[in-house]
């Protein structure tokens, strides 16, 4: 496998586990709703830090860098629900 077909690959792999990883805030949210309140830096710390790789991909020339996207956006939104559900 060449390089290029390497990175491209090791690219959706990682963004599959970032989404999985995001995903996996929903046990602490639905604990959130419950009453059962988590901890909320965690949260919000990851939805900024998300916030800035999604800009990055946005940004990044010659073309924008999907993978680093789509890996990152639903951070975004479920950092900053479990964030918001936590306080």
């Known amino acids: 496998m060449d390089n290029e077909k390497f990175f491209k690959v090791l690219g959706w ?3 599959i586990t970032a989404v999985a990883m995001y995903v ?19 949260p919000l710390v990851a939805a900024v830090n998300c916030t800035l790789w999604v800009v990055y991909g946005f940004m990044k020339k010659p073309e924008r860098d999907l993978p680093i996207i789509m890996a990152n956006s639903p951070g975004i939104v479920f950092g900053l629900f479990a964030f918001f559900t936590a306080i």
């Open 13 to 15: 792999v990682a963004t």
């Open 24 to 42: 996996s805030y929903i046990p602490q949210i639905r604990s959130n709703l419950a009453g059962n309140k988590g901890e909320w830096l965690q």
